[in-house]
């Protein structure tokens, strides 16, 4: 894998389904895995930096892991509220960022 | 509420013509990188700034260029506009240069080119 990349492009789901994103990334050369939440016209907001290969991260009902041998983290929702809305993005860090293209989510109420 | 704001918030320009974009780090923050995002994709990187000196570049041509001053704020500059330009630039600040840490962005420029 050359670039970041995330799937599914998007996902429709239901109030209170559990759901889950996929990123994988380039697995030479690691320096950190970042996700953000990206709502409509509001700023990207970081969830959360993972560094280390195993890494499990934890804020309220989303959750993260991480496997840098094989260059691939999970983004899990569980729960999912019509807050949830967004489009969830991947980074890889270092001196130069690197993006994927993003999971739009959406959650009906 | 991050604290990194941008300005203007939306801009429209004529092809050929330049543009300054400026971005004002979250308190604290030494290090500000630029992202040109075009539709359906993800936050392009152009290139990151750290006490004042350029630190890492992605690829785009010498036709965007920056600026940081010594209070950590911020430039972009973007001569001879092309209509592919049209996107919207993010700036985010963060504590360390090598991503590290979490980033703060702000809420983007909008810029069209006609």
């Known amino acids: ?109 | 509420e991050t604290g990194v704001t941008q300005s203007p918030t939306h801009l429209i320009k004529t092809r050929g013509q330049q543009v300054t974009l400026r971005c004002s780090s979250q308190s604290g923050h030494n290090t500000v990188s630029w992202y040109q995002q075009a539709l359906g994709q993800g936050p392009q990187f152009i290139f990151q700034y750290y006490r004042e000196e350029e630190n890492g570049r992605g690829n785009f041509p010498p036709r965007f260029s920056g600026l940081q001053f010594p209070n950590y704020s911020s430039e972009l500059n973007v001569n001879a506009l092309e209509l592919d330009d049209s996107a919207l630039y993010l700036c985010a600040s963060s504590l360390t240069l090598e991503g590290l840490t979490e980033a703060f962005f702000g809420q983007g420029t909008r810029l069209t080119v006609v």
């Not at chain 1, 994988?24 to 993972?50: C, D, G, I, Q």
């Not at chain 1, 309220?60 to 041998?69: C, D, P, Y």
């Not at chain 1, 983004?75 to 860090?93: H, M, R, V």
């Open chain 1, 1 to 109: 894998i050359l670039n970041v990349e995330q799937s599914p492009q998007s996902l429709h789901v239901q109030e209170g389904d559990s759901t889950n994103f996929t990123c994988s990334f380039p697995s030479s050369n690691f320096y950190a895995l970042h996700w953000y939440r990206w709502e409509t016209a509001k700023s990207p907001e970081a969830l959360f930096v993972m560094t280390l290969n195993g890494d499990e991260k934890k804020k309220g009902r989303i959750s993260a892991t991480l496997n840098t041998k094989e260059g691939y983290s999970y983004l899990y929702i569980k729960g999912s509220q019509p807050e949830d809305s967004a489009t969830y993005l991947c980074a890889t860090g270092g001196f130069k960022t690197i993006f994927g293209a993003g999971t739009r989510l959406f959650v009906k109420a």
